[in-house]
């Protein structure tokens, strides 16, 4: 097992000894790998779904569309979602 050390701002060092003191996890390193474990999950999600969408894509064949409709379309859902 590798030991690291790690600095952190007081507010969340303080955070990670309240969750530690929770009981939930047996040391700040506990947590730490939990938290680990869950961005890696997540990011494998994120590649999976993007995988999904790259072979969707390839999928539905070459477009008629021309790229400067496809901007406007995508530019107008973006604009309607707020982001």
Aim: glycine share 4%; aromatic share 4%; charged share 35%.
């Amino acid at each position: 097992m590798a030991k690291m050390t790690i600095s952190l701002p007081d507010n969340l060092a303080e955070y990670v000894a309240r969750r530690v003191a929770s009981g939930r996890y047996s040391s700040a390193g506990a947590y730490l790998a939990e938290l680990v474990l869950k961005d890696q999950n997540h990011r494998k999600l994120d590649d999976e779904e993007l995988r999904d969408m790259l072979r969707q894509a390839e999928e539905s064949g070459i477009s008629d569309r021309r790229i400067s409709n496809i901007l406007l379309e995508t530019k107008a859902k973006l604009r309607d979602n707020h982001l």
